[in-house]
């Protein structure tokens, strides 16, 4: 059973940064991905990394704010957002798939969720 724990949410102003971390013991051998949910929506794909940590890919609305990098020794996937927006608050989700059966996985395919934590992008 891998347990993924995030970490580094906050409140935060418009135009500001926020690193996001997820660790879990045992996962280097998962596809890392990240969501996020906003109140009254439905859970969104942002950003994923495969297990070796060289290919990743993105959601438009964060490609070139957002950069998605792991650390296989510390067990650790990083979100680093930069430029943040208001409509980037929601809670932000890490989850882990082992063999994704395409790229990027599909939500349904991550096997492992952690507890989120949440991102408030206001001023």
């Known amino acids: 059973q891998l347990q993924l724990a995030e970490s580094g949410g906050g409140l935060v102003q418009p135009g500001g940064s926020l690193r996001l971390s997820c660790e879990g013991r045992g996962f280097p051998y998962f596809a890392i991905g990240w969501f996020r949910q906003a109140p009254g929506k439905e859970r969104e794909a942002i950003s994923c990394?495969?297990?070796?940590?060289?290919?990743?890919n993105y959601v438009d609305s964060v490609k070139g704010r957002f950069t998605l990098s792991r650390d296989n020794a510390k067990n650790t996937v990083y979100l680093q957002m930069n430029s943040l927006k208001p409509e980037d608050t929601a809670v932000y989700y890490c989850?882990?798939?082992?063999?994704?059966?395409?790229?990027?996985?599909?939500?349904?395919?991550?096997?492992?969720w952690g507890q989120g934590t949440q991102v408030t992008v206001s001023s």
């Open positions: 990394i495969n297990s070796s940590g060289d290919k990743t």
């Open positions: 989850a882990a798939v082992k063999i994704p059966g395409r790229w990027p996985p599909e939500l349904l395919e991550y096997d492992y």
